[in-house]
């Protein structure tokens, strides 16, 4: 089956510094991916669409140049967390649609988990 | 403003017993709702959806009720099994148009006791 792969799965940062999260698609080409964040007993919450090619589209609320997002080829999205505080310490999951079946469903990755001391 | 509700945090059945999982949702644009299942440092895989026009789906030992009437679906493990323990979240989506933009409920952990 169509398989996501997230890297890296923990990081720790300090304060101030910038992380970045890879998402691959090792088996198929995604031309959108997504990026979700999930804080502790919370509901995953979508973050923005990445477009390969083009510029990433943000939610509500989602400040666009803390969260740099590009997505260079079919196969690999990056998110990078910009000037990294610890309110941004959270898990993100990166997943995309496979099969152009229209039916939403979503192959996730296994997730980073973003710790800022 | 949380438009999928999981009201349920926790769940505990008895193998062999059936689990309801259950989800309430606001938004009556939705049109396409799907189970995911989350075992811990993984992250969620599809388990059964169904869509709008349909009241019933069933995969195996897992079926989706949706009641659009009453804005609610659930999901029914028969028989459950200790490893079907796991977060289950309920998402959402509406249009073909918003295709991947999933809405979430806070998810509801199963414990399947053997």
């Known amino acids: 089956g169509a398989v996501v792969s997230q890297h890296p799965s923990r990081v720790i940062c300090k304060s101030g510094t910038s992380v970045k999260i890879e998402c691959r698609s090792l088996d198929f080409q995604a031309t959108t991916m997504f990026w979700y964040r999930q804080f502790p007993k919370q509901s995953l919450m979508l973050m923005a669409t990445?477009?390969?090619?083009?510029?990433?589209?943000?939610e509500q609320g989602v400040e666009k140049d803390k969260f740099l997002i590009n997505h260079a080829s079919l196969t690999l999205s990056t998110l990078t967390v910009t000037s990294a505080h610890p309110e941004d310490s959270s898990f993100y999951i990166c997943?995309?649609?496979?099969?152009?079946?229209?039916?939403?469903?979503?192959?996730f990755g296994a997730g980073s988990r973003l710790t800022v001391l | 403003d949380q438009q999928v509700k999981q009201n349920s945090p926790s769940l505990s059945v008895q193998e062999g017993r059936i689990s309801i999982l259950n989800c309430d949702y606001t938004n009556s644009m939705f049109d396409y709702f799907l189970w995911y299942k989350k075992y811990p440092a993984e992250g969620p895989t599809f388990l059964i959806s169904?869509?709008?026009?349909?009241d019933k789906n069933e995969d195996g030992r897992f079926t989706v009720f949706l009641n659009k009437s009453a804005k609610h679906l659930s999901l029914h493990i028969v028989p459950s099994q200790p490893g079907d323990s796991a977060v289950y979240f309920c998402?959402?989506?509406?249009?073909?148009?918003?295709?991947?933009?999933?809405?979430f409920g806070q998810g509801t952990t199963l414990q399947v006791k053997p």
């Open positions: 997943s995309a649609e496979v099969g152009g079946s229209g039916a939403n469903v979503l192959t």
């Open positions: 169904i869509s709008s026009i349909k």
């Open positions: 990445s477009n390969e090619g083009s510029k990433a589209t943000y």
């Open positions: 998402a959402a989506s509406s249009g073909s148009g918003n295709t991947g933009k999933l809405i």
